[in-house]
């Protein structure tokens, strides 16, 4: 199973993940990853009840718009922070969930600001402390 949760439907993109292999089911759904927590955590509610278990979780979402700086923080930063804690409740061990794997997308710009875009590389700083810290 594959799930994509993206602003964007292109069925055209689905069409060719199912061409490369067929035996994969494809869902997707419409997702902000702005949105708040709670909406997260009931559309995660919607996807575990279907296939049960998700083992990975990649956060890709990044906007680089230093221009924007809300929107930037919001899709670089807070959207991955709250995606990844709807998540973590579903798989937390303690509470009897599975496990699964966390995989946050971040930039060179994470670890070596540029001065051309402060806000873009602030935002994928926090995201490299971020994931660090749970890790």
Known sequence: NLVIL???????????????????????????????????????????AQLKTV???INGAGILDDHQIE??????FTGLVNTTTAI???WDKRKGGPGGVICNIGSVTGFNAIYQVPVYSASKAAVVSFTQSIA
């Open 6 to 48: 993206d602003r964007i439907d292109n069925p055209a993109a689905i069409a060719e993940l199912k061409a490369i292999n067929p035996k994969v089911t494809i869902s997707f759904y419409p997702y902000d990853v702005t949105t708040p927590l709670s909406e997260t955590t009931k559309l995660l509610n919607t996807i575990f």
């Open 55 to 57: 083992d990975v979780l």
């Open 71 to 76: 929107r930037t923080i919001a899709v670089n």
């Open 88 to 90: 973590l409740d579903f």
